[in-house]
């Protein structure tokens, strides 16, 4: 590699570059052309969104001043921006970071715009304008919908329930889309589709399954065990190998169009009705084409602590169901003719279990980690942070879970339930 490719990417000289006002004007046209109204454009502004943090975008408010057809008054709308990262970013890193945002705005683009046309309930903000290092939405907060409280960190049954009935109006719309332009999205989508984040080839999958088997061999219910001791070192491994077929499409069961990261800060919740209208999803810089159950078993492994989701689980089965049931009836679709009737769902819960349970590990790993301490990592030893993220983290979340004990506790929760479907499951 030449100091070309890993050398810095130079920041924008400002943040007014972002756009030129013809990019404004266009925008303009296409908001208003949803209003059925006309108008000029007089100004627009770019302003830090100060309260959005993310790894692989910037995120800005380009407001728009404006002025309608026969109206002598200025009005004024404000859109969110999501761009590319130009601060003095690594240029592998920028790469790799760059053909994520253009896989995510041109899904806008060509296609979750048109998944919104299928059902009368919102579940994401709608995309403007786009380009290959930047797109433009609703502002999601100006729809009536707010984020979490900070610091949240797990979900109550009330509270989960918004984000299945979002996944539910999803799914059932991704199956009407492919009925009315006669088209496989897995097909017709499959360079942007493809799976890229759990593969024996990336390093952050391997890195957090390695560090899994070493909680699972400190678990007090098998480390004392010596055929469990042997299983985990020797076994587990290939059993866990499963879950690269798990994440792709599927041969057995209906595939739809999947979120693929529908948790907590992902999810916008209604201002004023948040226990009754569904969630707006955003970052769909993981969606994938596979079964819906991937989706709940995502939303519920992630969300919610392990003892709360096995009490809950069957109530929040039949309320995802029941709600993808009523959602395809509105569209005209049978769910059983599609392959989604309950007994066609429970049997692909069964089947896709190990990926929820194994997922949620790994992440807990990485963004339940007691005090901040990615973050602190980040700032403060970076050396220390790429480390953990990418090469070895097994001695560092030992250490993390000797010292807090809350943490212990729910890792050990986490890891029982990968027991419960690895090593219990065969010694039975």
């Known amino acids: ?13 400002n943040r007014l570059d972002l756009f030129t006002t013809d990019e404004c004007e266009k925008i303009l046209k296409t908001v208003l052309q949803d209003e059925n109204k006309k108008g000029c454009l007089k ?27 026969n109206e002598s008054g200025e009005r004024s709308k404000r859109l969110f921006v999501k761009s590319m990262v130009y601060h003095n970013a690594d240029r592998c890193k920028y790469d790799e970071n760059a053909l994520i945002l253009k896989k995510e705005a041109m899904l806008y683009e060509t296609l979750i715009n048109e998944l919104k046309v299928f059902s009368e309930h919102l579940w994401c903000a709608k995309c403007y304008f786009d380009r290959d290092d930047l797109f433009v939405m609703q502002n999601i907060e100006d729809l009536g919908y707010v984020s979490l409280p900070s610091g949240t960190r797990f979900l109550t049954e009330v509270q989960l329930r918004p984000i299945l009935k979002a996944l539910a109006t999803l799914h059932a719309s991704s199956v009407a889309f492919e009925r009315s332009h006669r088209v496989t999205i897995g097909v017709k989508f499959r360079e942007w589709l493809q799976e890229k984040s759990i593969d024996p080839d990336i390093s952050w999958w391997i890195i957090g399954v390695k560090a899994i088997l070493a909680v699972t061999a400190t678990h007090p219910l098998v480390c004392n065990d010596a055929a469990a001791q042997e299983y985990i070192e020797n ?14 499409s599927s041969a057995v069961h209906r595939n739809v169009f999947l ?132 090469v070895d983290r097994k001695e560092s979340l030992l250490r993390l879970m000797n010292q807090h004990d809350d943490f212990r506790c729910y890792m050990y929760d986490c890891v029982e339930d990968l027991l419960e479907l690895t090593y219990c499951k065969q010694a039975k």
């Open 259 to 390: 979120h693929r990261d529908a948790w907590s800060s992902n999810v916008f919740y209604h201002k004023e009705r948040p226990q009754d209208v569904g969630c707006i999803l955003v970052d769909f810089q993981l969606c994938r084409y596979a079964p819906p159950a991937v989706d709940f078993l995502m939303a519920s492994y992630m969300n919610v602590e392990p003892k709360d989701r096995k009490e809950m689980e069957q109530r929040n089965i039949s309320y995802y169901h029941d709600n993808l049931v009523s959602e395809l009836k509105a569209m005209g679709i049978d769910a059983e003719a599609e392959q989604l009737s309950r007994s066609d769902f429970d049997q692909s819960l069964k089947d896709l279990a190990l990926f929820g349970a194994i997922y949620n590990c790994i992440s807990a790993t990485l963004i339940r980690l007691p005090d901040n301490h990615l973050k602190k990592l980040k700032d403060e030893q970076p050396a220390e942070f790429h480390h953990f993220c990418y």
């Open 43 to 69: 100004e627009f502004k770019i302003v830090p969104a100060i309260e959005q943090v993310g790894y692989v975008g910037e995120y800005f408010h380009l407001i728009l001043n404006y002025q309608l057809e």
């Open 1 to 13: 590699m030449n100091k070309a490719d890993s050398g810095p990417v130079l920041a924008r000289a």
């Open 235 to 248: 076994e587990m491994t290939r059993c866990l190998d499963r879950v690269y077929y798990m994440v792709n």
